[in-house]
């Protein structure tokens, strides 16, 4: 098999498609060797295993997650790619390419048509312009899927894994607790991609919560109200929660009060449970 990290066989393969990359699609392909087998490793990638992979490239991860895994099926959305991965992946008969926006594929069909019997794991190097819409649409849609071990960029996986009430905590870190235990595997310099981008990356992993964390009455208003917490950071929560749900400003305090704050606290210091207690009292 190619070696898919060599500069010298993406140029080739890339020249004899006529493939240039895709600034707007997110097309930093991975050229450092130990990066694809240790997410493959970590992911928890064995032979009982269907992945579903997001962007192929030129299938270096592809390839690493089928030398390990049962099944691998991989959605691409650049159909330009197709002939380049029919050659890269040849070797391989349990990979499926699926020619599509992952934010529209129905992946739980894909689940079942695919995947019937094996245990299900997501693992990617990710376009990093739709990172947060594609990590929340895994976490939300209640897949049958045990964990999601992805590239994203370091700045984003900081906040994602984040503590829930540190300053480095965000509305996506909330609802990725909600959902699922958040790690930081490695970091990965900009260098170990082609072309290289502006920034250094980092390889999380997100085990999702077989038990809800706790029961909501209102799963929407819990969303609405981390997210109006945290739009205006500098603000006291009183005053970013009642701009952003629109609600009177008296009616939020009173409710912060019931639930056991003072008027003046700051939503960034406010741990999961604090969030559930004043989410109940939200009218
Ligand atoms: N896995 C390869 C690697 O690690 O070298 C490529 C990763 S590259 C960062 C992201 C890949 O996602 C590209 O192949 C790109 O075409 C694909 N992509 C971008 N947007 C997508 C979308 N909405 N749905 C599916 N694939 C997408």
């Not at 060599?6 to 498609?17: A, L, S």
């Not at 009982?48 to 099926?73: F, H, Y």
């Not at 706790?214 to 109006?228: G, H, I, N, P, T």
């Amino acid at each position: 098999m190619k070696n898919l990290c060599d500069i010298n066989v993406i140029k080739d393969v890339m020249t004899r498609h006529g493939f240039n990359f895709s600034k707007a699609l997110g097309q930093n392909f991975i050229v450092n060797p130990s990066v694809c087998p240790r997410i493959a490793e970590m992911g928890g990638v064995d032979e009982n295993t269907g992945v579903i992979e997001i962007g192929a490239g030129v299938g270096v991860l592809t390839a690493e997650l089928a030398k390990r895994a049962k099944k691998v099926v991989c959605i691409e959305i650049d159909s330009r790619l197709l002939p380049v991965l029919d050659e890269t992946l040849a070797e391989f008969d349990n990979i499926e390419i699926v020619n599509e926006d992952v934010l529209k594929v129905d992946l739980h069909k894909l689940i079942e048509e695919k995947f019937a019997g094996m245990r299900v794991v997501v693992c990617a190097n990710l376009p990093y312009y739709i990172t947060s819409p594609i990590i929340m649409m895994l976490l939300e849609s209640n897949l049958p899927i045990e964990s999601v071990t992805v590239m994203v960029q370091k700045e984003a996986g900081d906040r994602l894994c984040a503590k829930v009430g540190s300053r480095d905590a965000g509305a996506v870190t909330v609802a990725v607790d909600y959902y699922a235990r958040a790690t930081k595997l490695f970091d990965v310099s900009r260098g170990s991609f082609m072309p290289s981008p502006k920034v250094d990356s980092m390889v999380i992993k997100l085990e999702l919560r077989q038990e809800k964390m706790f029961e909501l009455s209102d799963e929407k208003k819990f969303f609405r109200l981390v997210k109006a917490a945290f739009g205006q950071r500098r603000k006291t929560a009183s005053n970013s929660i009642s701009s952003g749900m629109g609600l009177p400003k008296s009616d939020v305090i009173a409710a912060l009060e019931r639930a056991g704050f003072d008027a003046n606290a700051r939503a960034e210091k406010f741990t999961m449970e604090d969030f559930r207690r004043l989410c109940e009292e939200i009218q």
